[in-house]
């Protein structure tokens, strides 16, 4: 009896539910509609368009972070300095991303120092448009780019869009000079991680040496090397000489 009670109570909440969603449906829906204020105007911003600017600048600020920064060469650079060492998981993604991060904005202060006095503040208060903020600002970081980008990545990217050849290396424009920036600062940062593998592959491989000779073929070499590689590390200061370098690199 109590199981037909349960099947009862389902069928009627179902009829219910069926019944509500009808009902939603067949109502007709508002039309919402949204005002802006105009931005050509050199009235200050209103409230919501600062909170609009600030949503959108958090919706794209980790692709212009990756694209336009120092972020890509440091991170990446880490990143091999890790592997070169035989640790996986140490330091941890998050932790490399943060130091990357920071070392960023230490490298950019300068160029998001100039973008904040002469197009972000500005602009808020209500002296330039919006436009007028929007080329002031791209000055600074396009010279950072152009500062670090290699003229034969510059040519490539010209030459693989198209585009009728600039006068001058700053007459590029941002969509060409980004993936340029891109690949030289990939080339880079390989370049640094390649010298960074050649002491701790000579470590390996006489390790591996040693091992073979006392006919140790069962032991694994990377987990004897892997201590030494570490303490060489540590002698050196390796850290700090990385650090170094590559905020030097964009001296």
Avoid: C, H
Wanted: proline share 8%; glycine share 6%; hydrophobic share 55%.
């Amino acid at each position: 009896m109590r199981r037909w009670l349960r099947v009862g109570r389902t069928v009627v909440a179902v009829a219910l539910t069926t019944a509500v969603i009808g009902v939603s449906l067949a109502t007709p829906a508002q039309a919402v509609s949204i005002e802006l204020p105009d931005l050509s105007s050199g009235e200050g911003p209103t409230s919501a368009i600062v909170l609009l600017l600030t949503l959108t600048v958090l919706a794209v600020a980790p692709a212009l972070l990756l694209l336009t920064t120092s972020f890509t060469k440091i991170i990446v650079v880490l990143s091999l300095t890790r592997n070169a060492l035989g640790l996986q998981g140490i330091p941890p993604n998050q932790v490399l991303a943060g130091l990357a991060i920071f070392l960023s904005f230490f490298v950019m202060s300068p160029v998001l120092g100039v973008v904040n006095t002469d197009a972000l503040q500005p602009y808020l208060d209500g002296s330039i448009t919006f436009g007028q903020a929007f080329d002031i600002g791209r000055i600074p970081l396009e010279t950072f780019m152009l500062a670090n980008t290699r003229p034969e990545e510059l040519a490539l990217m010209v030459q693989v869009s198209q585009e009728p050849p600039p006068a001058t290396p700053s007459d590029v424009s941002l969509t060409t000079l980004v993936p340029a920036f891109i690949l030289s600062e990939l080339r880079a940062a390989f370049i640094i991680g390649f010298v960074i593998f050649l002491p701790f592959l000579i470590i390996d491989m006489v390790v591996s040496s040693g091992l073979m000779s006392v006919g140790m073929i069962m032991l694994p070499p990377v987990l004897v090397s892997l201590p030494f590689k570490l303490l060489l590390f540590v002698l050196v200061d390796g850290w700090t000489l990385i650090v170094t370098a590559l905020v030097g690199s964009y001296g």
